[in-house]
């Protein structure tokens, strides 16, 4: 098994202290280390380090790889330019094809919060020996608890032949309005699209062969070594529409671990351990007579008093407030913000890579 | 006439902006400049700087003096400790008879904001005359326009004989409840007691030795020349209980300008010019679809979206954010703040005095 971990990203939906340079991979948004960081603790005795790739552009890939000490530069596989998850996930499993055809690879995200390791570890695991068992393209779906609107649907199918915790895709489906997302919840045969994705790469590489003319046609500059070409010449695609859902060899298993892609602010108040009314604070935080509020003070010290509801966010100079149920459309407010204000400086700053 | 310019103060409401060590008069809370600058500059044109003095600590004296080019720093009477307003006018009053017993003389805070400031130095001296004149203590008194609980009122009693702009006070009130402040604003015979006195100097000294015990037995300490026994000796008191409203020579002149004593948060929405949406703020801040919000950014920027009537400060590190209807109890919430959110380190720190 091989491991590739996305880690690409724009870095808008944790504004101020995401930013284009430093996205929230690179945050101790969960806990104490950066979430790339917790990304790869997790695969600890699943696969050794030199079977960890690394997905990113080079700059934010430089970054990345400061917070991942036990990884050699050697498996960053720095993308030339960002063509969404298709194009990117296409080149690395031809790379990845080269050394090791057999191989089953694992694509993650770099930025999801996922508990507990082991029992990830463990289902990641038994997809794998599933996958190549029944030669599927899996991907991993979270059943929902709450109708949410910020991810895409998978909807279950048949149990594969013999399988229990394995089952055909019926179809896909893009994020939904809240009366489908509540539908979806009531009706038990949706899961949330986690983005985990399990497959024999070699396998991968046949089906966007058959199915993505958006990259099919420059697999032949990968064989001839110029990654640069391929992506100034593939149409950007992401891997779900220009793969996934078009391939009748998709399969899904219900993921038995709990997992959050933190989409914003308001996902903090999930994934940290809110006091008794409900605040949830990182850094040094005064939360007097507020309740519901989301607090991160990178530097400095937050003081609420007497407030409801509300995201505070202070790092290098900057301070947001608004209101929690905002926070999902923090990108709205990022669009009419002068350059001076949102563009935060950061140390040594480049340009991150994205898969879009 | 000379012109004292009562200068402490304990700095709590506008924390975070204000300090024990930075009180609001070295704020630039109204305009451009601190206050006790614009204070000073009001008097332009009225008296000359040499008859300018400054009362406060000798610490927080330091602080005022360098926002105060023009003044010699011999102007500065450095109170020993606080005692409250009693006492220490009682000491200036008598340092400055010393030198010029026939004069009349003004009682001015540090931190309020007036306009406009030829109208001003026209009733001052005026009110100057008609002290002398009728051998009055005299306060201003500022017509309300709003039923204020943060004040203390005079009741305007019968015009002082052969004037129409000067009445006997009738009594004074201490900060009243909503209610009474309802009423005196429907009554017409209430003014806010604004704190700026006019009154010959030996008339004063003449009524402490009359009415003030707590301050009159000691008065030999300073014909001694021992300011610092003075201070340990006297009773705190505040000039209004212990001289003004005791005495039967006070008399009010309604203000013919604008006051404020900028007791809160609050009160910049007043003396700044809103923007259309009743937002006020300072330094660099982003206030969208927001609207009644009251933002100070002393470094950085602040950014609000979609929030009402919030006041958002921050200053060296620490956020503040709270309903603009709680700005007035801010002391509450300091009350019960860890020491090190609520001391912010000043450069060059050193403790202020504080008349009381």
């Known amino acids: 098994m091989r491991v590739v971990i996305l880690a690409g990203g724009v870095g808008s939906r944790f504004w101020p202290a995401s930013t284009a340079a430093r996205p929230k991979q690179l945050l101790p948004l969960a806990g104490d280390l950066p979430l790339v960081r917790e990304t790869r603790d997790r695969l600890e005795g699943l696969v050794g380090p030199e079977r960890i790739h690394l997905l990113a552009g080079r700059e934010l890939g430089r970054r990345l790889l400061e917070a991942l000490p036990d990884l050699d530069p050697g498996n960053l596989l720095a993308e030339p330019a960002a063509r969404g998850t298709g194009p990117v996930l296409a080149w ?118 058959a199915h993505t003319p958006e990259i099919a046609p420059h697999l032949g500059l990968l064989d001839a070594g110029d990654a640069e070409a391929f992506f100034g010449a593939v149409e950007p695609v992401s891997v779900d529409v220009g793969v996934l859902e078009r391939s009748r060899r998709v399969a899904v298993a219900p993921a038995r671990f709990a997992w959050d892609d933190l989409g914003s602010w308001e996902a903090l108040a999930r994934t940290r351990e809110p006091d008794r009314r409900g605040n949830v ?51 709205v407010l990022l669009a009419d913000l002068p350059a001076e204000i949102a563009d935060a400086p950061e140390d040594g700053e480049g340009s991150g890579g994205t898969h879009g």
Chains 1, 2 share one sequence.
């Open 92 to 209: 690395a499993s031809h790379e990845i094809a080269r050394q090791d055809p057999d191989t089953v690879l694992v694509s993650l995200h770099a930025d999801h919060v996922i508990e507990p390791a082991d029992v990830f570890r463990e289902q990641l695991a038994r997809v794998a020996e599933l996958a190549r068992a029944h030669r599927r393209l899996f991907t991993i779906g979270a059943p929902p608890d709450r109708p949410e609107t910020g991810y895409g649907y998978v909807r279950v199918g048949d149990p594969l032949a013999g399988e229990d915790d394995a089952f055909d895709v019926e179809r896909f489906v893009e994020k939904p309005d809240i009366e489908t997302a509540e539908r979806y919840l009531a009706d038990g045969s949706y899961l949330w699209n986690t983005g985990i994705f399990v497959w024999p790469v070699s396998l991968f590489l046949d089906e966007v062969r």
């Open 281 to 331: 604070a990182v850094g040094r935080a005064h939360l007097a007579d507020s309740a519901g509020c989301v607090a991160w003070a990178e530097e400095g010290s937050i003081v609420a008093w007497g407030v409801r509801d509300l995201v505070i966010v202070h790092r290098r100079g900057v301070t947001l407030v608004m209101p929690r149920d905002r926070a999902a459309d923090l990108k």
